[in-house]
T-cell receptor
């Protein structure tokens, strides 16, 4: 299995809602990532987990809360988002931090 | 500040031609170099990785790395309309996350 899966594919939420994005990989990778991508921009790193521990937080607002329950799963909990948080949220994984990253299909998030 | 620079394009080539995409990076200790292809509305797809100086070929794609010049390129031979996409150059220094360029938009006309 060489795939990173993400659910849901699309999400529409209000500014007072709480929702979660999920990511799963079964490649035995030990590094997992959350990126945010706006239209016509490159992916922007949010969080990095290495061996299930948060190793990089790129000064992301606290309304985004990552969680890594085990080596295969990565969640991103969302609360009190703003319309400007609307974007494509991408999960990626790699064997180690220096190796190539494989991206999931992404979750298209719209905040109303 | 670590930077990865790419021409935004669009780069337009006719079908069957060679497309040449270029990337420069600022951090001399960078160790890993990647090219991703991203179709509109889709996620990035890894197409090439290169770690040492020289050329690496995979099918119609060739990645070239010159660490002395801090330059990495991607050649696409026999370009097809299906190659029309944004190509992202990404650079990794050991123990840190990927740094992406802004991407080059390639348009292949039939």
């Amino acid at each position: 299995d060489t795939e990173v899966t993400q659910t849901p594919k699309h999400l529409v939420m209000g500014m007072t809602n709480k929702k979660s994005l999920k990511c799963e990989q079964h490649m035995g990778h030990r590094a997992m990532y959350w990126y945010k991508q706006k239209a016509k921009k490159p992916p922007e790193l949010m969080f990095v987990y290495s061996y299930e521990k948060l190793s990089i937080n790129e000064s992301v607002p606290s309304r985004f809360s990552p969680e890594c329950p085990n080596s295969s799963l990565l969640n991103l909990h969302l609360h009190a988002l703003q319309p400007e948080d609307s974007a494509l949220y991408l999960c990626a994984s790699s064997h180690l931090l220096v190796n190539e990253q494989f991206f999931g299909p992404g979750t298209r998030l719209t905040v109303l | 500040q670590k930077e990865v620079e790419q021409n935004s394009g669009p780069l337009s080539v006719p079908e069957g031609a060679i497309a040449s995409l270029n990337c420069t990076y600022s951090d001399r200790v960078s160790q890993s170099f990647f090219w991703y292809r991203q179709y509109s509305g889709k996620s990035p797809e890894l197409i090439m990785s290169i770690y040492s100086n020289g050329d690496k070929e995979d099918g119609r794609f060739t990645a070239q790395l010159n660490k002395a010049s801090q330059y990495v390129s991607l050649l696409i031979r026999d370009s097809q309309p299906s190659d029309s996409a944004t190509y992202l150059c990404a650079v990794n220094q050991a123990g840190t996350a990927l740094i992406f360029g802004k991407g080059t938009t390639l348009s292949v006309s039939s």
